[in-house]
């Protein structure tokens, strides 16, 4: 009996650095194949050049929505499908006219965009003073009287202080989404907020905004981090100078769109769902490249790896790309939606959307046995530098599947230069690099390959 024990926990033992063999060499093929590939930079390229500024609803993103579905059709999935949801229409219009005077004579032009779901200003533009505030309850506590009529200008830089940038993004952004809805309740005729911007440039810098409670409506806008010092001088000054705001954004009819979805078959458990994405929306005033078609990119990438090396998923592999992930998330609710009505049975979902910088770890969303599951795996990414296996948030899209227990992660990269890219005009493909995007990629497919094998029970 001692014999047979020790010959089979022998036998274990063999197959257990079998598989871990098995999987250090699958790691470097996707590493390998990632890296000397230019087949996804070269479809961040075409993505970014023909749909930029593909918003949910707009024809840019209709574009975007076809390019993907013709890309992944010519790609050995076994089926390629559109998956329809119904999404707000806004179009930012004509592009922003901003100025302002401290004489009545000489306007010095400002660069600002209007924010994702403002109102229109009139024809004739708003032409009125301005006051400085640093946060909403800043203004809260100032004397009504001293806001009616004017202009309200939110000027707080995000602090410099973090090493992570999303935490400085996540102190200001509330002033950008609920500053003009706050504001009109004191009379403010609009709202300035200082731009999202890590960096001093001359892009501004848009997002989501919202119209909570007020009946009355008031437009925002957002300036660039170099207008706003500009401003902030004339302002110390001339506290009497005006600004001059004009847009003009419609908000139409809701219309249809869709979520582009590439299944491959799993060849054990068909039923089961393994899900990988990103939102292929973005801002009008954008390509789109870190936010989020890199993401994007990346997560086709992911089939495209195992296609290349051979890897034929037990589980079922979804390739999801989102839409409307920067108004409403229509496209993750509709995804969630269906999985939940149809009673599927996902495993796993992975999301890139925090720009397609160096790859630093992991980001969990689920109970600590997983986490430490996916911590267990860590030999295999470290040799590329994804070290960082923490419990934390995982992406919006796929964070609507949290309802079902579905264990969620995100790609986390590396943050320093992402709010210089974030919701502007200089998120470009340029600003993305090849190997740095590639390391995200050979680092999704591989957790997703490591899923797939050992399952996250
Ligand atoms: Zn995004």
């Given at each position: 009996?001692?014999?047979?024990?020790?010959v089979?926990?022998?036998?274990?033992?063999?197959?257990a650095?079998?598989?871990?063999?098995?999987?250090?060499i699958?790691?470097?093929?996707?590493?390998?194949?990632a890296?000397n590939?230019?087949?996804?930079?070269?479809q961040?390229f075409?993505?970014c050049?023909?749909a930029p500024?593909?918003l949910?609803?707009?024809?840019?993103?209709?574009?975007?929505?076809?390019?993907m579905f013709?890309?992944?059709?010519?790609?050995?999935?076994?089926?390629?499908?559109?998956?329809?949801c119904?999404?707000?229409?806004?179009i930012?219009?004509t592009?922003e006219e901003?100025?302002?005077?401290?004489?009545g004579?000489h306007?010095?032009k400002?660069n600002i965009d209007a924010?994702?779901g403002s109102?229109?200003?009139s024809e004739?533009?708003?032409?009125?003073?301005v006051?400085?505030?640093s946060?909403i309850?800043?203004?809260?506590?100032a004397?009504?009287?001293?806001?009616?009529?004017k202009?309200v200008y939110f000027?707080?830089?995000m602090?410099?202080?973090?090493?992570?940038?999303?935490r400085a993004?996540?102190e200001n952004a509330?002033?950008?989404v609920?500053g003009a809805?706050?504001?009109?309740?004191?009379?403010?005729l609009?709202?300035?907020?200082?731009?999202?911007?890590?960096a001093?440039?001359t892009?501004?810098?848009?997002g989501?905004?919202?119209y909570k409670?007020?009946?009355?409506?008031?437009?925002?806008?957002?300036i660039?981090?170099?207008?706003?010092?500009a401003l902030d001088k004339?302002?110390a000054?001339?506290s009497?100078?005006?600004i001059?705001?004009?847009?003009s954004?419609?908000?139409?009819a809701?219309?249809?769109?869709?979520?582009?979805?590439g299944?491959?078959?799993g060849?054990e458990?068909?039923n089961?769902?393994?899900?990988?994405?990103?939102h292929?929306d973005s801002?009008?005033n954008?390509?789109?490249?870190?936010?989020?078609?890199?993401?994007?990119?990346?997560?086709?990438?992911?089939?495209?790896?195992?296609f290349?090396?051979?890897?034929?998923?037990?589980n079922?592999l979804?390739?999801?790309?989102?839409i409307?992930?920067?108004?409403?998330?229509r496209?993750?609710?509709a995804?969630?939606?269906?999985?939940?009505?149809?009673?599927?049975?996902h495993?796993f979902a992975?999301?890139?959307?925090?720009g397609?910088t160096?790859?630093t770890?992991?980001?969990?969303?689920?109970p600590?046995?997983v986490?430490?599951?996916i911590?267990s795996?860590?030999?295999?990414f470290?040799?590329y530098g994804?070290?960082?296996?923490?419990?934390?948030g995982?992406?919006?899209d796929?964070?609507?599947l949290?309802?079902?227990?579905?264990?969620?992660?995100?790609?986390?990269?590396?943050?320093?230069?992402?709010?210089e890219?974030?919701?502007s005009?200089n998120?470009?493909?340029q600003?993305v690099?090849?190997r740095?995007m590639?390391?995200g990629?050979a680092?999704m497919?591989?957790?997703?390959?490591?899923?797939d094998?050992?399952g996250?029970?």
């Open positions: 009996m001692k014999h047979f024990i020790l089979f926990s022998l036998i274990l033992s063999v197959f650095s079998k598989a871990q063999n098995n999987d250090s699958m790691s470097k093929k996707l590493f390998d194949d890296l590939s230019n087949i996804a930079y070269r961040l075409e993505l050049s023909i500024g593909r949910a609803g707009t024809p840019e993103s209709e574009i975007a929505i076809d390019y013709e890309l992944m059709k010519a790609m050995p999935f076994d089926t390629v499908y559109k998956q329809p119904m999404v707000r229409k806004w930012r219009g592009e901003a100025w302002f005077t401290s004489d004579n306007k010095t400002i924010l994702g109102v229109s200003t004739k533009g708003i032409l009125a003073p006051i400085v505030f946060s309850e800043d203004m809260q506590k004397n009504p009287a001293s806001i009616k009529g202009i000027n707080r830089p602090s410099q202080n973090y090493y992570m940038t999303f993004y996540g509330s002033m950008r609920y809805d706050e504001a009109s309740k004191f009379g403010a609009a709202v300035i907020v200082r731009s999202l911007n890590t001093t440039d892009f501004p810098h848009t989501i905004m919202r409670t007020s009946e009355l409506r008031i437009p925002g806008f957002a660039s981090t170099f207008d706003a010092d004339a302002i000054n001339n009497n100078l005006k001059f705001l004009k847009c954004c419609v908000e139409y809701q219309l249809q769109s869709y979520n582009v979805i299944e491959i078959k060849s458990f068909p089961h769902f393994i899900t990988v994405g990103g292929l801002w009008y954008s390509p789109g490249a870190h936010d989020d078609g890199g993401g994007c990119i990346q997560s086709v990438e992911v089939a495209r790896l195992f290349a090396t051979g890897y034929q998923p037990r079922t979804r390739v999801v790309m989102f409307d992930e920067e108004m409403e998330q496209g993750a609710r995804y969630a939606n269906s999985a939940i009505a149809n009673d599927e049975k495993i992975l999301e890139s959307d925090r397609v160096v790859p770890g992991f980001s969990i969303d689920a600590k046995n986490v430490d599951k911590e795996w860590k030999s295999y470290e040799p994804v070290r960082v296996f923490e419990k934390g995982s992406g919006v796929i964070g609507f949290k309802q079902a227990g579905v264990p969620l992660a995100g790609l986390v990269t590396e943050s320093q230069r992402y709010f890219f974030h919701h005009a998120d470009t493909w600003n690099n090849r740095e590639q390391l990629s680092a497919a591989l957790m997703i390959y490591l899923v094998r050992y996250l029970d």
